[in-house]
């Protein structure tokens, strides 16, 4: 069984810095994309970053400049790292991937890690 398991999450002060980890675990062929989304309270769950088996990165327009998405294939984990935190960042965060298990892809969810930003 195939799991995805958030860490990273925690308080801090705006301007400050976060780094949130994704690790995938059980057995799986390999891992097609690891996407990042978030949903603060009373809000839709929305897309923050995506970064492709061929290393490709997506960014939301509102993290651009100030998150960094990038992954360890050895430890098959994926990190966010997030600067110049603002309060509009708060949200639980969530990790989604596309994981192969031949001869299908099957989409699986973290279950979210709390990122709480200060003014």
């Known amino acids: 069984q195939v799991q995805l398991v958030e860490s990273g999450g925690g308080l801090v002060q705006s301007g400050g810095s976060l780094r949130l980890s994704c690790e995938a675990t059980?057995?799986?062929?390999?891992?097609?994309?690891t996407n990042w989304y978030r949903q603060a309270p009373g809000k839709k769950r929305e897309p923050v970053a995506q970064?492709?088996?061929?290393?490709?990165?997506t960014y939301a327009d509102s993290v651009k400049g100030r998150f960094t998405v990038s992954r360890d294939n050895a430890k098959n984990t994926v990190y966010l790292q997030m600067n110049s935190l603002k309060p509009e960042d708060t949200a639980v965060y969530y990790c989604?991937?596309?994981?192969?298990?031949?001869?299908?892809?099957?989409?699986?969810w973290g279950r979210g890690t709390q990122v709480t930003v200060s003014s």
């Open positions: 989604n991937a596309d994981v192969v298990i031949l001869p299908r892809t099957y989409s699986y």
């Open positions: 059980g057995k799986f062929t390999s891992i097609a994309s």
């Open positions: 970064i492709t088996s061929r290393d490709t990165t």
